[in-house]
């Protein structure tokens, strides 16, 4: 079975200061990772996702997530928070079932990252 | 143009009413899902439904049920409203019955029920 644990509810930070949202992970098989981000009032839009190729992913907006099988983490991460930044985030693992070959997908219960000015 | 799209934006009903979300996609998509959104953010899938094949989240009740007439649109049916179904409800999208593909979010539903 699979599980994520987004380790932090609330983030706050100063703008153009670093971002680091921090996910971990559970998974019986190789998963594949996404980080989706969520403006008040808007849908879901995908940041960045990982599928076994680079274990460093870039995504939009200057969002990046390193794979650490070791650690099983795949934290968020940014060199410097803007104001469009605040949103809330949320880690997602993909696995495979193999008992009835479906994927299935887990959300964390995501972070709200707050930008101070 | 919106790429997936979901009406009403906010619903407001009394316990017991019947009610329906809609959505539809204009991304030639083959494969759609509703999300459930609860006060703490937490997100759940409900349904993913393509033309061969529906996947319903167990936990799910059966008052709760999905229609599509076509392959762009999937709507939810909500029978017999409860408290506990207030919430924020999301229609994504994907190309593949896949779920490494990207997923398409619409703005969401925000559901009170009184």
């Known amino acids: 079975a699979q599980s994520v644990t987004q380790l932090d509810s609330h983030v706050s930070v100063s703008e153009g200061t670093p971002v680091l949202l921090r996910c971990n992970y559970s998974?019986?098989?190789?998963?594949?990772l996404f980080w989706y981000v969520q403006h008040p009032n808007k849908g879901l839009q995908l940041l960045l996702k990982?599928?076994?190729?680079?274990?460093l992913v870039k995504g939009i907006n200057g969002f990046e997530a390193e794979f650490k099988k070791s650690e099983t983490s795949f934290h968020l991460t940014k060199p410097s928070a803007h104001m469009s930044d605040a949103a809330e985030y949320f880690c997602?693992?993909?696995?495979?079932?193999?008992?009835?070959?479906?994927?299935?997908?887990?959300f964390g219960s995501g972070t709200r990252l707050q930008v101070q000015p | 143009d919106t790429a997936v799209s979901q009406t009403p934006k906010y619903l407001v009903t009394q316990m017991g009413n019947d009610k329906s979300i809609k959505c539809e996609q204009n991304?030639?998509?083959?494969?759609m899902y509703w999300y459930k959104q609860d006060s703490k953010k937490f997100l759940k899938i409900m349904f993913s439904?393509?033309?061969?094949?529906?996947?319903i989240n167990e936990t799910v009740p059966n008052r709760f049920s999905p229609k599509s007439p076509d392959k762009a649109h999937l709507n939810l049916h909500i029978n017999s409203l409860e408290l506990g179904d207030s919430a924020v409800y999301f229609c994504?999208?994907?190309?593949?019955?896949?779920?490494?593909?990207?997923?398409?979010f619409g703005s969401g539903t925000q559901l009170s029920v009184l």
């Open positions: 994504a999208s994907s190309p593949q019955h896949s779920t490494n593909e990207k997923l398409f």
């Open positions: 998974s019986s098989y190789s998963p594949s």
């Open positions: 990982y599928t076994s190729a680079a274990t």
């Open positions: 997602v693992v993909s696995e495979l079932l193999m008992d009835t070959g479906r994927r299935a997908l887990t």
């Open positions: 991304l030639g998509h083959d494969t």
């Open positions: 439904y393509n033309n061969k094949e529906l996947i």
